[in-house]
């Protein structure tokens, strides 16, 4: 390798966040940007494997998860004019979250306290009883129901699709095929290594944003942040609902998670923009954050990877032990799934589950504490890492993105960089400071 690509801003990860990261740059800068993934396009991974909600913030506790709730609210209006102004599929079909027993209800009445609390405006929900909640979801059975109007059905893929190709339009390069081989700080900039099949190549950098998604622990691991947490892979496998049933069920069905100490929801029965039907998903504990097929047994480059002391401490939790057990039924027995999610939809036999969906992988930080509920930020010399990006991530990417570009900017961290934008487009999201305002 004779040289080094030069750019002012390196962004590693084509997810959704790293698209929204570079988009927000190439309109308030005249930064010259590179965004760079290991796959030839954007959203290959978590970013198009996903449930494809974008949810009020109802469920997200306002104190531990603050940041998220504070994302997705803003982001929702995002979301939304992107799909009018591009054409977009955005189909306001609305979520029913159920409680299957008396104890739920105080729960889902906490959901609305914590609605408000989020600035999600009471005509937004309705606390149902069971007979209410059948009559607007005939086969769904539950003693209580929250029903939340404004939850949309999305395609995530493409709306980074979009949001990337106005980055690139607006000037930023992108860069494919590149697996980050090596990171290291060298005189003020921040200089990596990628390998590009049998090729080498890399890049130098005044700024570089990692995020990578299952990958960025590793990044910030190399330049020698975050190194108290390790990370946990949890693949989430879907079941396509047959023709003959899926459309007498309208809403996305919910049911409140069994084990709120952990960051996973139980299956629930979820409508896709195109009027597909699929129930899921599982948490089952794999060997990476690409393991989207067969056993995907924990191994050693994910278990043994340093420090073991926060999964050692995890695993020894009996409740997590449970859990995980009980996620590989459902991954290894469509009847066993199947049984999950007739607890509240009881007309739904195995029979109609007729083909397995789409898989995803969550890449879960785990600390000192445990499984860690947000995203945390690390910054080094000339590098910013964002790590545990995880659901609703891409709820709140837009006004999370424009959060860490102005936090940039007011730190000083782009200051040398930014030039004239030159012809570069106006933005589709509005002012930063207002997407950024939580």
């Known amino acids: 390798m004779s040289s080094l690509r030069q750019t002012d801003v390196l962004v590693i990860g084509a997810g959704v966040l790293g698209a929204s990261l570079a988009y927000w740059l190439s309109v308030t800068s005249g930064c010259k940007v590179t965004l760079v993934d290991q796959e030839d396009g954007v959203a290959r991974h978590a970013s198009s494997r996903n449930t494809g909600i974008v949810h009020r913030p109802f469920y997200l506790d306002p104190d531990t998860k603050r940041v998220f709730a504070a994302s997705a609210r803003l982001s929702y209006p995002l979301w939304r004019g992107l799909a009018e102004r591009h054409g977009l599929p955005w189909s306001q079909n609305g979520t029913v979250e159920v409680a299957l027993r008396d104890s739920g209800v105080g729960t889902l009445e906490k959901y609305v306290a914590w609605a408000a609390r989020n600035g999600v405006d009471e005509s937004e929900l309705e606390l149902l009883d069971g007979r209410e909640v059948r009559s607007l979801e005939p086969e769904v059975e539950c003693r209580s129901g929250l029903h939340v109007r404004t939850d949309a059905s999305v395609d995530f893929g493409a709306f980074t699709a979009c949001i990337g190709s106005l980055a690139f339009r607006n000037g930023v390069s992108f860069l494919g095929r590149c697996k980050v081989a090596s990171v290291r700080q060298k005189a003020g900039s921040t200089e990596v290594l990628f390998s590009r099949g049998s090729a080498a190549e890399g890049a130098r950098c005044s700024l570089l944003v990692n995020a990578a998604g299952g990958g960025a622990l590793d990044i910030a691991h190399a330049l020698g942040l975050a190194r108290k947490y390790s990370m946990l892979n949890f693949r989430g496998d879907y079941w396509a609902v047959s023709e003959a049933f899926g459309p007498r069920i309208r809403r996305n069905v919910y049911s409140l998670p069994r084990h709120p100490r952990f960051p996973f929801l139980d299956p629930h029965f979820v409508v896709r923009p195109d009027g597909r039907r699929q129930i899921g998903p599982t948490a089952v504990m794999v060997a990476g954050p690409y393991a989207y097929a067969g056993l995907g047994l924990l191994s050693a480059p994910s278990f043994l990877s340093a420090p073991l002391g926060p999964k050692l401490g995890l695993l020894s939790d009996p409740e ?11 991954a290894l027995s469509k009847r ?12 739904l036999g195995a029979s109609l589950l007729v083909s397995r969906g789409i898989s995803g992988v969550r890449s879960s930080l785990v600390g000192p504490g445990g499984l860690v509920p947000e995203a ?7 590098s910013i890492h964002v790590l545990n990006y995880n659901s609703p991530g891409a709820t709140g990417a837009p006004s999370y993105a424009a959060r860490l570009v102005a936090d940039l900017r007011d730190s000083g961290m782009l200051k040398g960089l930014e030039g004239a934008p030159g012809a570069r487009q106006g933005s589709v999201w509005g002012d930063l400071d207002a997407a950024a305002a939580a």
């Open 320 to 330: 997590f032990a449970s859990m995980v057990l009980d996620e590989w039924r459902s």
């Open 336 to 347: 066993a799934m199947c049984a999950r999610v007739r607890r509240f939809i009881p007309g």
């Open 376 to 382: 945390l930020v690390f910054h080094g010399e000339s």
